[in-house]
């Protein structure tokens, strides 16, 4: 079955590049490395959906350590002083940025939901009739870090 | 001035204030709205001279809010702060009144761009 690939593991890239610049690394010396293993574990993920004309979700995943770094970077304090809510407002807040850059890129009239955030790996979301059709696997600081796209089937196409 | 921040995530909140501060804007006074109703509300209550709003927010929309604010006769700048940019999005902006339209992950000099023909 061919799909076309709206998004590529490339675009997503540039995306994360951004965030990364903007909030994380704004100096440039900690960056997210790709280095395509998609089997690498994750601890927390965070998801937000896209409806209308087209049908799909981003998830964003990572290590718990990786997830309480990137809070630490949004909100300016100190890993150790990151607490719960922090990691878990953080992790909504990169699944949302990253699923509006996205957005940008879908034809006309899609909606994107609010962010949804699973405290546990993302092997733990089931995306029943959809599919990953890219996805960025990397590394920062050693910690594994993800973002995948998934495109649902669409319903006349599982018939 | 006083500064209206209307966003339902508090991470971006603090960023939007954090980066303001880096931009120079870090004198004025800021107010904080959770969701599209209370952002309404604080526009109405507070008489903020500049909004700075998401769009995509819990029990309105920041377009629905500006579009109330205009259909109220308030002329306040207002203005978004949003992850999500489409054409369709930005033409509704421009259309219900937006005086700005700021992509996140934005930077300091974004907002010095965006900022200082309003704030001075």
């Known amino acids: 079955m061919s799909v076309e690939v709206l998004v590529s593991a490339d675009d997503l890239t540039e995306m994360v590049d951004q965030v990364w610049l903007s909030y994380l690394d704004p100096e440039g010396i900690d960056p997210l490395v790709a280095t395509g293993d998609e089997k690498q ?81 993302e092997s733990a979301s089931h995306h029943p009739s959809a599919h990953r059709i890219s996805g960025l696997y990397g590394q920062w600081a050693g910690e594994p870090v993800s973002i995948s796209m998934w495109q649902s089937v669409k319903p006349e196409a599982g018939k | 001035m006083k500064i209206l921040i209307a966003d339902d995530s508090r991470v971006m909140r603090q960023i939007v204030t954090r980066t303001l501060r880096q931009a120079g804007f870090g004198d004025h006074d800021l107010v904080e709205a959770a969701d599209g109703q209370e952002a309404l509300d604080k526009t109405i209550a507070e008489s903020p001279d500049l909004v700075i709003s998401d769009w995509n927010m819990p029990e309105m929309t920041g377009v629905e809010v500006l579009r109330k604010l205009r259909a109220a006769g308030n002329d306040v700048k207002f203005g978004f702060v949003t992850s999500e940019c489409t054409p369709e999005m930005m033409q509704a902006a421009e259309a219900a009144g937006s005086a700005f339209f700021i992509v996140k992950p934005f930077t300091a000099d974004r907002f010095d761009e965006v900022f200082s023909p309003i704030l001075g």
Do not use: Q
Request: charge should be negative; charged fraction near 15%; glycine fraction near 10%.
């Open chain 1, 41 to 121: 574990p994750t601890e927390v993920h965070a998801m937000v959906s896209i409806t209308g004309s087209w049908h799909g979700h981003l998830v964003y995943a990572s290590s718990t350590a990786a997830a309480r770094k990137a809070a630490a970077g949004f909100l300016a304090m100190t890993v150790d002083e990151v607490g719960e809510e922090d990691v878990t407002d953080v992790l909504g807040e990169l699944a949302n940025i990253v699923g509006g850059n996205v957005k940008a890129m879908l034809p006309d009239g899609c909606f994107l939901s609010l962010p949804t955030v699973i405290m546990a790996p």
